[in-house]
């Protein structure tokens, strides 16, 4: 184990719900629904008749092939035609389904029945460029009501999308398209941040000669950064032209309730990053039903999740949750603090936002200016605040309990991944909080502590976090590598569990806190960076001939990444090269991996068997004991 887990839990704050929310909340007795969900298969398909499916499942849950768990086997349905569709014969048919901002203060609402109109005509636009069900569509776009209308019409025919974060650069990039096998990516002439033009498009022409499998890329016009029309290639097409003439109707693929639905690339221990590949019924069952749950969605409810459609939260709560059950998913472009640190803020009281879910780094980064700026708008319309992403530190819960909240309302801490699709452990509404917790496992969801051998450690004690029995949202296997997914996931631990890689403790009210990850997996602001991938990018760098990094705290960030180089000789770590250093990895990797700091080494800790001992490195820079050397090389 890599981290202290044996910290006393001192955290005795309890918050509890006022009589306003416990009179609202959908589910009012917790302890009840948690026993509900105890018979899973009951549970889920319950949860499951909410949909309209062409064709009911046989079998809710079938192990027969652990750990290739299937869901509501033989159904038939499709999720686009749930989260669209399906609201144009009700009340909900001129309801903004899509509201989009941006730093900018531009603004574009999509009704339902416009939304319908534009995801029909792009899922034609498709068809015609030869995508056919099982197809993979890329895309690497802004947030933008495009990416929404290009994965929602991936979705109505049957093809499997693999969005690539926007903030991703040139290296991430084309290994992740070419992971994919995408034959269509979709872009835009670039993206708005803090005042200026990102371009995307730039990227995408730097890597596409290497991503031999795409036949088509389309281009969106988003910002006014000129592209010169004349100039696209042969296999380039603009949006517009695109879509233009196309019908607005477009018959509905039945999808078989395991067929796949999207991959999203996420960092693992090893270089290659993983392709986490989520099927169709059960993605759906869980991310409906949890988002109803845990942030208890009612009809006039105006849904705001800050996260980037690039991360799985974008996927499960931005876009599927909110549309599939039907409210109105505000969209925007922008950092937190720009054109001011109030830009937040503003959104909330001009638009009326009533759930705001968001990530413990940006709640740190709006902290730093106090209060002023909350306290410059009116914020009484929510009910509701949410935090994903990492262990959200118990100052940063009450920074935002009292600024934002008010005192009144609740902070969900949803604890999950990209792997586990949907939310697995989280207070709702009506659960008691302590700051720093995500409190307990949701219904239907069997998680806990264990020791290296599968047996649950005594309350207070640290461990690995396990979830004992499948999920629906769960995914179904990492694309392109059956036999990573089994070994990473569902060996190291005895017993057939899911191996989550956080460290985490159970509390006297088994209540689980999660301390960070237990594998070479970075936490920057939120978002998982693997320490192999970060290296393979030093390396790539003429000066460097071996490099290990490791994860250094940081007040805002959560964790920033220390490098540590041998250089190649003739090369010294002077300003200049540090510089230089810092562009190549931004340039192969993109903003995301922040590097905190660079230092200069003439060997690496390794084990006699060749493998880097980060666990060294991390416990030197921290002044602690290292611990067991005894595989140490000489
Ligand atoms: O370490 C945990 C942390 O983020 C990891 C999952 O990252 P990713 O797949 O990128 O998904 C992030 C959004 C779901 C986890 O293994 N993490 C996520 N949420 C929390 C968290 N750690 C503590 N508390 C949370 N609420």
């Given at each position: 184990m890599t981290k202290d887990t044996s910290v006393l839990l001192?955290?005795?704050?309890?918050?509890?719900?006022?009589?306003?929310?416990?009179?609202?909340?959908?589910?009012?007795?917790?302890?009840?629904?948690?026993?509900?969900?105890?018979?899973?298969?009951?549970?889920?398909?319950?949860?499951?008749?909410?949909?309209?499916?062409?064709?009911?499942?046989?079998?809710?849950?079938?192990?027969?092939?652990?750990?290739?768990?299937?869901?509501?086997?033989?159904?038939?349905?499709?999720?686009?035609?749930?989260?669209?569709?399906?609201?144009?014969?009700?009340?909900?048919?001129?309801?903004?389904?899509?509201?989009?901002?941006?730093?900018?203060?531009?603004?574009?609402?999509?009704?339902?029945?416009?939304?319908?109109?534009?995801?029909?005509?792009?899922?034609?636009?498709?068809?015609?460029?030869?995508?056919?069900?099982?197809?993979?569509?890329?895309?690497?776009?802004?947030?933008?009501?495009?990416?929404?209308?290009?994965?929602?019409?991936?979705?109505?025919?049957?093809?499997?999308?693999?969005?690539?974060?926007?903030?991703?650069?040139?290296?991430?990039?084309?290994?992740?398209?070419?992971?994919?096998?995408?034959?269509?990516?979709?872009?835009?002439?670039?993206?708005?941040?803090?005042?200026?033009?990102?371009?995307?498009?730039?990227?995408?022409?730097?890597?596409?000669?290497?991503?031999?499998?795409?036949?088509?890329?389309?281009?969106?016009?988003?910002?006014?950064?000129?592209?010169?029309?004349?100039?696209?290639?042969?296999?380039?097409?603009?949006?517009?032209?695109?879509?233009?003439?196309?019908?607005?109707?477009?018959?509905?693929?039945?999808?078989?309730?395991?067929?796949?639905?999207?991959?999203?690339?996420?960092?693992?221990?090893?270089?290659?990053?993983?392709?986490?590949?989520?099927?169709?019924?059960?993605?759906?069952?869980?991310?409906?039903?949890?988002?109803?749950?845990?942030?208890?969605?009612?009809?006039?409810?105006?849904?705001?999740?800050?996260?980037?459609?690039?991360?799985?939260?974008?996927?499960?709560?931005?876009?599927?949750?909110?549309?599939?059950?039907?409210?109105?998913?505000?969209?925007?472009?922008?950092?937190?603090?720009?054109?001011?640190?109030?830009?937040?803020?503003?959104?909330?009281?001009?638009?009326?936002?009533?759930?705001?879910?968001?990530?413990?780094?940006?709640?740190?980064?709006?902290?730093?200016?106090?209060?002023?700026?909350?306290?410059?708008?009116?914020?009484?319309?929510?009910?509701?605040?949410?935090?994903?992403?990492?262990?959200?530190?118990?100052?940063?819960?009450?920074?935002?309990?009292?600024?934002?909240?008010?005192?009144?309302?609740?902070?969900?801490?949803?604890?999950?991944?990209?792997?586990?699709?949907?939310?697995?452990i989280?207070?709702?509404?009506?659960?008691?909080?302590?700051?720093?917790?995500?409190?307990?496992p949701?219904?239907?969801?069997d998680a806990d502590v264990v020791d290296e051998k599968g047996n649950s450690v005594p309350l207070g004690k640290g461990g690995y976090l396990v979830i004992k029995k499948?999920?629906?949202?769960?995914?179904?296997?990492?694309?392109?590598?059956?036999?990573?997914?089994?070994?990473v996931y569902w060996k190291e631990i005895p017993g057939g569990v899911y191996r989550a890689g956080d460290l985490a403790r159970k509390d006297e009210?088994g209540y689980i806190w999660i301390q960070g990850r237990s594998d070479?997996?970075?936490?920057?602001?939120?978002?998982?960076?693997?320490?192999?991938?970060?290296?393979?990018?030093?390396?790539?760098?003429?000066?460097?001939?071996?490099?290990?990094?490791?994860?250094?705290?940081?007040?805002?960030?959560?964790?920033?990444?220390?490098?540590?180089?041998?250089?190649?000789?003739?090369?010294?770590?002077?300003?200049?090269?540090?510089?230089?250093?810092?562009?190549?990895?931004?340039?192969?990797?993109?903003?995301?991996?922040?590097?905190?700091?660079?230092?200069?080494?003439?060997?690496?800790?390794?084990?006699?068997?060749?493998?880097?001992?980060?666990r060294?490195?991390?416990?030197?820079?921290?002044?602690?004991?290292?611990g067991d050397?005894?595989?140490?090389?000489?």
């Amino acid at each position: 184990m890599t981290k202290d887990t044996s910290v006393l839990l001192d955290e005795k704050r309890l918050f509890k719900p006022n009589y306003k929310i416990v009179e609202e909340a959908h589910v009012k007795n917790w302890e009840a629904e948690i026993e509900k969900g105890k018979d899973l298969e009951k549970y889920w398909s319950e949860k499951a008749e909410q949909f309209e499916w062409f064709e009911k499942w046989d079998k809710v849950l079938d192990e027969s092939k652990k750990p290739f768990y299937k869901w509501f086997t033989n159904g038939k349905i499709n999720l686009a035609y749930n989260a669209v569709d399906r609201w144009i014969s009700t009340d909900k048919r001129n309801q903004v389904a899509i509201l989009y901002t941006n730093e900018r203060g531009d603004e574009k609402k999509l009704t339902y029945y416009e939304l319908y109109r534009e995801v029909n005509k792009m899922a034609n636009a498709l068809k015609n460029l030869g995508i056919k069900k099982g197809d993979t569509v890329s895309m690497y776009l802004p947030m933008c009501p495009e990416l929404l209308i290009s994965m929602l019409a991936c979705t109505k025919i049957g093809a499997v999308h693999s969005v690539v974060y926007s903030g991703l650069s040139v290296g991430a990039f084309v290994e992740r398209m070419n992971d994919a096998d995408a034959k269509v990516l979709i872009t835009a002439d670039g993206t708005f941040r803090r005042g200026k033009i990102i371009d995307l498009k730039k990227i995408v022409d730097e890597s596409i000669l290497q991503c031999p499998t795409i036949e088509t890329v389309v281009v969106v016009r988003h910002t006014g950064n000129p592209i010169n029309v004349s100039e696209l290639s042969g296999r380039e097409i603009l949006y517009d032209r695109l879509v233009e003439g196309e019908s607005g109707e477009c018959p509905v693929e039945e999808m078989d309730s395991e067929d796949p639905l999207f991959i999203l690339y996420t960092s693992g221990s090893t270089g290659k990053p993983k392709g986490v590949l989520h099927t169709t019924a059960g993605y759906m069952v869980g991310v409906a039903t949890t988002l109803k749950n845990v942030f208890d969605i009612h009809n006039g409810d105006l849904w705001w999740c800050t996260a980037d459609i690039g991360w799985i939260t974008g996927h499960s709560y931005l876009i599927y949750g909110p549309l599939l059950l039907g409210t109105t998913t505000l969209v925007y472009e922008g950092a937190p603090d720009y054109p001011d640190p109030g830009a937040w803020w503003k959104i909330v009281e001009k638009y009326g936002v009533t759930k705001l879910y968001t990530a413990p780094t940006a709640i740190r980064h709006l902290m730093r200016y106090g209060s002023k700026y909350p306290n410059m708008y009116n914020l009484s319309s929510l009910k509701i605040l949410g935090s994903v992403g990492e262990p959200i530190n118990p100052e940063a819960w009450m920074w935002f309990y009292k600024n934002i909240g008010k005192e009144k309302i609740p902070i969900m801490d949803t604890w999950w991944q990209t792997e586990t699709g949907m939310h697995m452990i989280s207070p709702i509404p009506v659960s008691p909080l302590k700051p720093g917790t995500a409190t307990l496992p949701l219904p239907g969801i069997d998680a806990d502590v264990v020791d290296e051998k599968g047996n649950s450690v005594p309350l207070g004690k640290g461990g690995y976090l396990v979830i004992k029995k499948p999920w629906p949202a769960m995914f179904r296997t990492l694309y392109n590598d059956e036999e990573r997914f089994i070994n990473v996931y569902w060996k190291e631990i005895p017993g057939g569990v899911y191996r989550a890689g956080d460290l985490a403790r159970k509390d006297e009210d088994g209540y689980i806190w999660i301390q960070g990850r237990s594998d070479d997996v970075l936490n920057i602001a939120g978002h998982r960076v693997g320490s192999a991938e970060v290296e393979s990018a030093f390396v790539s760098h003429p000066a460097v001939v071996e490099s290990a990094v490791i994860g250094k705290s940081d007040p805002i960030k959560g964790e920033v990444i220390k490098a540590f180089l041998i250089l190649k000789e003739g090369y010294k770590l002077n300003t200049t090269l540090i510089e230089d250093l810092k562009k190549h990895i931004r340039y192969e990797l993109g903003p995301v991996a922040v590097i905190g700091d660079i230092e200069q080494l003439d060997a690496l800790p390794k084990t006699r068997s060749g493998k880097i001992m980060r666990r060294i490195l991390r416990a030197q820079e921290m002044g602690e004991d290292l611990g067991d050397t005894s595989t140490l090389e000489e």
